[in-house]
């Protein structure tokens, strides 16, 4: 097992923490699964736009990060 795919498969555990955190940490839109969990309360609470706004950036960052990770874990093993 080479080091590149050892630094991949780490990258690609801790993106995908990270993008499991990012996504729950959304604000519930109403009426789904985060409601029935309690996500009703903390909607009136809520964040403001611009928190809103940059965990979306976030999120989209780590999801991209994610898919890269894998196509160059599928890559590697392609070629290896």
Known sequence: MGV????LQVLLVLSS???IMTILMH????GGL???FGGGI???A???GVAERNLNRITV?????WAATIIGLGLVARFA
């Open 4 to 7: 590149l795919t050892i630094i």
């Open 17 to 19: 923490f990270f993008l």
């Open 27 to 30: 604000k519930g839109k109403g």
């Open 34 to 36: 985060s409601d029935m």
């Open 42 to 44: 903390s909607s009136s």
């Open 46 to 48: 809520g964040s403001s």
């Open 61 to 65: 960052g780590v999801a991209l990060l």
